[in-house]
């Protein structure tokens, strides 16, 4: 028995569902409208404010199939109502953030800057006090491109395990080790 699949979907007030056929789902909210294509075996149905996914067998795909696609949906459901974020901590001297006409321009210790260009749907911001870390927030409807987003700012320069600088997610603990000791 699926334990994932069989939970229903609570989709709130201003949440709607558009369910069209070949399975296509379209989820609409305040902070935008999210699709996907699910599996043509499984049905979908809306049902007094909650979402239901439902699977013809139980044989093992469908099974997985189930979990996997009411997880989605789950995700879709919470991007288009709440959104997702992510914050990205720089940490080192001379590394700096600034967002210019919507491009983040990175200073981290390179002989160039770098630019990101953030896919759309995806907003940037940064938040610098004086004498503090930068702070890079991801925010959008989408987990996984908000995810791939934040992961792809982080493999820019990732923490080094000697001093810990480098771009790291806020709360992210970076394992330190020992430099080298002078011979005697």
Request: net charge positive; hydrophobic share 30%.
């Amino acid at each position: 028995m699926s334990r994932i699949g069989n939970l229903p979907i609570e989709l709130g007030d201003n949440v709607t569902v558009d369910l069209q056929p070949h399975n296509h789902v379209t989820v609409k909210g305040p902070k935008g409208e999210l699709e996907l294509q699910l599996d043509p075996e499984l049905g979908v149905k809306v049902e007094d404010e909650t979402l239901v996914v439902t699977r013809p067998s139980d044989q093992k795909r469908h099974k997985s199939m189930h979990g996997l696609y009411r997880s989605l949906l789950d995700g879709m459901v919470t991007g288009v109502r709440d959104g997702y974020k992510k914050q990205l901590e720089i940490i080192g001297v001379g590394y700096r953030a600034e967002l210019k006409n919507g491009v983040l321009e990175l200073a981290l210790g390179y002989s160039h800057p770098i630019y990101f260009l953030p896919p759309e749907g995806i907003d940037l911001s940064v938040q610098s006090e004086r004498g503090k870390n930068t702070i890079v927030t991801v925010e959008g409807t989408d987990k996984q491109m908000v995810g791939q987003v934040a992961a792809k700012i982080r493999g820019l320069r990732p923490p080094e395990p000697y001093k810990g600088k480098g771009i790291r997610h806020v709360g992210e603990y970076v394992r330190r080790k020992a430099g080298k000791t002078a011979a005697r």
